[in-house]
């Protein structure tokens, strides 16, 4: 069984971004950049499934600039088999990068897509859904547990009342959460084998997919700042300020 | 004219469709509801009550009893062809789940999470754990969006829209199947939508400080509990109560933070409260930058004073 681990280069998680002074976008030149850490989840989830013996080959693949490949890399260190780059230098929306992905699906004919569910740059949690509609394939997002066994998947999805259990008929797709596992640091001799496992690029029009945006950022502004910072001695003194100047208790 | 996908228990209509309805009101067009479910006219006639709806559609079926994104998608794209221009639907984990296959079935993009709408086409939405705000127009012939609640208030009652019975789409053959679930039991004010919340971090230490110090704190306030990412993964409490970026977003009117430091990405799901109150011991402690009033001390000991310096309800 094939596993696709579609993952994307984003701002490393403790970077604190900020807005470019034209107010065109975030500025991310000379930023850290990292895989997104729900994709990461998604890739060391695979390579359990491999690991497991449930699986037999995980293929990583990334959709953007060129310097993807350094993300692609990490994933092969962490234990994908291969990589795929589907290279485009402008911004890629979400609907876009799942046509793309579903492309590469439809090639690669894996059982399983296992990603993050949402990127920690445009926080927009569709990538997978779009997947898994364009494919007509079950989806299970928000995952905090995947079993793989008989031609299905029984996930267990983080759901806003608690946890829910679904079971997919494979091929599907699945999103990760944050306590699906704890992805392990890539080992140097892993970095180093990972150099030499094969890494193919392809492009959107050779997959045929139209890539323009449907979208268009008119403006990006910093959130209005919040006036904090003030401290009380002890708790008569909060419970006095709560009632008496903030009004919020009787 | 503006189609709001509705969230609700079957039984009754939930707060967040209040606040899509407000969302969807400021769009232009009549606004209608799609109560999708099982036995669900309580649910339907719950949403003919919300202020500023014209129509609810009610699809009912017992493959919507515990609807998946792939069924929902189905009834919604079944009646999303009579004229509607914008599909809307609560950031909830329902709308999340549901509303990309919506949009991706349709051809055209989502706008995840809105907090304003600036015009029919152009709408603001958080980026970067809400440290930066876009605004985005979308060309797409009809716009799929998601609203975040905590931007929008809740729509009034007191509405009286006429309820219509819809054609239900066939369940999806090739869908998830819910096998089980596993949902957190509370007497409490839901987390989404409480007046106060008090959310405990690893400054408690473990899940029974967590209930010892917190539940009684939380009875005097008629509070809902939430937690930050720290506490959940350290098995503290159940995954929904998590606060944050990836977890539930809330604006109440008071929210206290117990032994909580204060990440971006836990900032990211509270900083729009009304009020702030942090309590922990770490003065340096970033959730003090934000906090109103900021308590610094040993939890262990403010906590049990704070209760019993409030009135037993």
């Known amino acids: 069984m094939k596993i696709l681990v579609p993952i994307k280069r984003v701002v490393d998680f403790n970077v604190k971004v900020r807005v470019k002074p034209d107010g065109s976008g975030v500025d991310t030149a000379n930023v850290k950049m990292s895989m997104n850490p729900f994709d990461e989840i998604a890739v060391e989830e695979a390579v359990r499934l491999k690991e497991r013996g449930v699986a037999t080959e995980v293929v990583a693949v990334s959709c953007g600039v060129a310097a993807c490949q350094e993300t692609l890399r990490t994933a092969l260190a962490i234990g994908a088999d291969r990589a795929i780059l589907v290279q485009a230098d402008g911004e890629l929306e979400p609907l876009a990068v799942a046509k793309l992905v579903a492309a590469v699906a439809k090639k690669e004919a894996p059982q399983l897509v296992i990603l993050g569910k949402q990127a920690i740059d445009d926080d927009a949690n569709q990538v997978g859904q779009m997947v898994a509609a364009l494919l007509d394939w079950p989806q299970a997002t928000f995952a905090s547990k995947v079993e793989v066994a008989g031609g299905k998947a029984t996930v267990k999805r983080e759901v806003d009342g608690g946890l829910e259990t679904v079971e997919l008929e494979l091929p599907a797709v699945i999103t990760t959460d944050l306590r699906l596992n704890e992805p392990r640091y890539a080992t140097l001799p892993n970095i180093m084998k990972a150099k030499k496992k094969p890494l193919e690029t392809l492009d959107p029009a050779g997959l045929g997919v139209d890539v323009s945006p449907r979208l268009s950022t008119l403006k990006v502004a910093e959130p209005p700042a919040r006036k904090g910072g003030g401290k009380v001695a002890d708790v008569a003194e909060l419970v006095a300020k709560l009632r008496n100047e903030a009004k919020v208790l009787p | ?256 933070a117990v032994g909580i430091s204060g990440a971006i990405q836990h900032l990211a799901g509270m900083k729009d409260s009304k009020v702030i109150v942090a309590i922990n011991k770490d003065a340096e402690a970033p959730i003090f930058q934000i906090a109103d009033y900021g308590l610094v001390g040993d939890l262990f000991e403010i906590l049990p004073a704070l209760t019993a310096a409030l009135p037993a309800r």
């Open chain 2, 1 to 256: 004219m503006i189609l709001v996908l509705a969230e609700h228990d079957h039984a009754s209509i939930k707060s967040a469709t209040h606040h899509a309805v407000t969302a969807a009101a400021k769009l232009g067009g009549p606004v209608h509801v799609l109560v999708a479910g099982h036995d669900a006219a309580g649910a339907a006639k719950g949403a003919a009550s919300i202020a500023g709806v014209a129509k609810v559609l009610h699809a009912d079926a017992p493959h919507l009893a515990s609807p998946t994104a792939e069924n929902l998608a189905a009834q919604v794209l079944a009646v999303a062809p009579s004229g509607y221009t914008h599909l809307v639907a609560p950031a909830t984990g329902q709308g999340k789940n549901v509303m990309p296959r919506v949009a991706a079935k349709l051809d055209v993009a989502q706008v995840s999470e809105i907090t304003a709408v600036v015009s029919a086409d152009t709408f603001v939405r958080p980026i970067y754990a809400g440290n930066a705000f876009a605004t985005v127009r979308s060309g797409d012939r009809v716009k799929v969006l998601t609203v975040r609640g905590t931007a929008f208030d809740a729509a009034a009652g007191g509405g009286a829209a006429p309820v219509e019975a819809v054609p239900v789409a066939p369940a999806v053959t090739r869908g998830a199947v819910v096998t089980g679930q596993e949902l957190t039991k509370s007497e409490r004010p839901e987390l989404v939508g409480a007046r106060i919340v008090i959310s405990g971090g690893r400054g408690l230490g473990s899940g029974e400080n967590y209930r010892k110090l917190l539940e009684p704190l939380a009875d005097r306030l008629n509070a809902a509990l939430g937690a930050s990412r720290a506490a959940v993964d350290a098995g503290y409490v159940p995954n929904d109560y998590q606060v944050g970026q990836t977890g539930k977003i809330v604006a109440p009117e008071l929210y206290i």
